[in-house]
Structures are given as structure tokens and as C-alpha cells.
Nanobody, 123 residues
């Protein structure tokens, strides 16, 4: 089991960048597949990206391909989401999630979640 805490959200102008971090507690972080989801008001929670335990494999949702990069540093028990060329459509609460199986895109497949960090992109 892990506990997750996101940070790095904030207000940014369209075209700007933010780097989100998700810090995990415990000693088993490297055993988990890590993913980012986002949820805007009135919308369902949406898959953003997932990374394998080793960091060698990644999957991105179509709207963020080429703009967002997921990475992890197992030595620091941290997963990151680098967000470039931000658009107002990216405005949402961003959540870090952990699972034991790589490649799942549904929120229902993830057992552990952080509290979320708000990203607001102004035009």
C-alpha cells in the first residue's frame, strides 16, 4: 500500500508550463504502476498518462500527446507530470494514482489516489 500526495499545481497562462509531482510514502513505490488523471467540474475523471514501474513504458491520452511527459524517480519515490503548451482545456484537478498492473486507463482500476492538485490555465 502507498499514500500519495500531489503538488505543483497553480495558475498559469495559456502556452505556459507546470510540473506536477506526486510523492509516495512507504518503501514499495517502485512496485507500483503510476498514473495521472484529471477531473474538471461537471466532467468524469479522465485518464492522462501512465508509466510502468521501471519507467520504460508510457501511455498518453490523445489530448496531451506531445505536450505532457510522465516520468518517475523511484529513488525519490516520486512521479512527475511535465505539462507544456498548456491550454484552457487542461484546467482540472489532477490526481496521482497507483496500481499493480500496467496499461489500465479506467479510474476504477486504481486502488490508491492522492488528494489532487488544481491546475488552472487562463486565456
Amino acid at each position: 500500500q502507498v499514500q500519495l500526495v500531489e503538488s505543483g499545481g497553480g495558475l498559469v497562462q495559456a502556452g505556459g508550463s507546470l510540473r506536477l509531482s506526486c510523492a509516495a510514502s512507504g518503501r514499495t513505490f517502485s512496485s507500483y504502476v503510476m498514473a495521472w488523471f484529471r477531473q474538471a467540474p461537471g466532467k468524469e475523471r479522465e485518464f492522462v498518462a501512465v508509466i510502468s514501474w521501471s519507467g520504460s513504458r508510457t501511455i498518453y491520452a490523445d489530448p496531451v500527446k506531445g505536450r505532457f511527459t510522465i516520468s518517475r524517480d523511484n529513488a525519490k519515490n516520486t512521479v512527475y507530470l511535465q505539462m507544456n503548451s498548456l491550454k484552457p482545456e487542461d484546467t482540472a484537478a489532477y490526481y496521482c494514482a497507483a496500481d499493480m498492473t500496467y496499461g489500465k486507463r479506467s479510474p476504477d482500476n486504481y486502488d490508491y489516489w492522492g488528494q489532487g492538485t488544481q491546475v488552472t490555465v487562463s486565456s
